[in-house]
């Protein structure tokens, strides 16, 4: 019975006990900290000390440990060790990741939801809440968020509520600018680069799955490397553009925060994304990695490429048309 039992299972390679985990812990929890710290210090101007040091400080720290983590699993691949059960492992492991950054989106789209369709009117006294005109006076709600509630009763002062800060609205919204400014819109280049990148990220998967073209993936991902930092610095510019030139900064109450949150981590899983594909770049350039057959690695790196391109078509959606 017993050697039935056994009859179908592969031999599974236990690596040694390594402090990997914990160390990436230990650097993901000092990089949130440090964010977090230096969040409150831009908006509220809380704190002693430069909090964006214990960001960077933790975020490099983080980065060295997953580079040394993956490094090891790679040798351990191409030394043979990983079996075809320990290779599925590595898929499912990809994907519940993907699923937990899908909710985490969802947090954020649903505390959007719940700004622009519940809470914003509430407090302009519309729907259940009609004696909210008490608290902010005239305040009339519409979406983007130009006047906040506290401009509409005059300032901070006259709050009868606690008062944890002056906000106030912007200057000028992101949202679309009519179509004689179409073409000036960057949330439209940016949105035709990164579904450009998808494409070309599909045509590299196809170069070496199908074609077995080493060369031609190498160029389709490359160029996709490309794509997303041209993305990533036309974000940059937009972000200098609304705080230098419309006036929307983290302060301006419910859009400001809602815009910079939702785009903002959106930016960082880019550069994520497009760091896994430029190390994936790297290994088949430099390391001579993948093969049409084996290539998990930059399997998985474009899966987590494609979504983080349907999260945008969401946040274009959502954040700067509707």
Not at 88 to 116: C, H, K
Not at 165 to 183: E, K, R, T, Y
């Amino acid at each position: 019975m017993a050697d039935h039992s056994a009859q179908g299972h592969e031999t599974y390679y236990v690596p040694e006990s390594s402090p990997m985990a914990v160390l990436a812990t230990i650097g993901l929890i000092t990089t949130t900290m440090g964010a977090a710290m230096g969040i409150n210090q831009m908006s509220y101007g809380e704190g002693s000390f430069n909090a964006w040091y214990v960001f960077w400080t933790g975020f490099i720290f983080f980065a060295a440990v997953l580079f040394t983590w993956f490094r090891t699993a790679i040798r351990e691949n191409i030394a043979g060790l990983n079996s075809p059960q320990l290779r599925r492992s590595y898929v499912i492991g990809m994907q519940w990741f993907i699923f937990s950054e899908v909710m985490f989106f969802f947090a954020f789209f649903g505390a959007l939801f719940y700004i622009r369709n519940l809470s914003g009117p509430w407090l302009a006294s519309e729907g259940i809440y009609d004696m909210n005109y008490l608290l902010w006076g005239d305040f009339s709600y519409s979406w983007p968020l130009m006047e906040t509630p506290q401009e509409a009763i005059g300032g901070a002062t006259k709050q009868l509520i606690a008062n944890n800060g002056v906000f106030a609205g912007p200057d000028q919204s992101m949202a679309f600018p009519g179509w004689a400014n179409i073409f000036k819109w960057l949330p439209l280049w940016n949105t035709m680069i990164l579904l450009t990148s998808s494409y070309t990220c599909h045509v590299a998967h196809h170069k070496l799955k199908v074609d077995n073209d080493r060369k031609g993936f190498n160029t389709w991902l490359g160029l996709t490397v490309v794509l997303g930092i041209v993305f990533l610095f036309l974000q940059v510019f937009e972000y200098y553009e609304a705080y230098a030139h419309y006036g929307l900064t983290l302060k301006t109450g419910a859009y400001g925060s809602t815009f910079f949150m939702l785009t903002g981590f959106h930016g960082f899983h880019v550069a994520m994304g497009m760091g896994m594909l430029l190390i994936q770049w790297l290994r088949s350039v430099k390391g001579g990695h993948f093969t049409q057959d084996e290539h998990f690695g930059f399997e998985a790196s474009s899966w987590y490429w494609h979504f983080v391109d349907v999260v945008w078509v969401g946040l274009f959606l959502f954040v700067y048309i509707l």
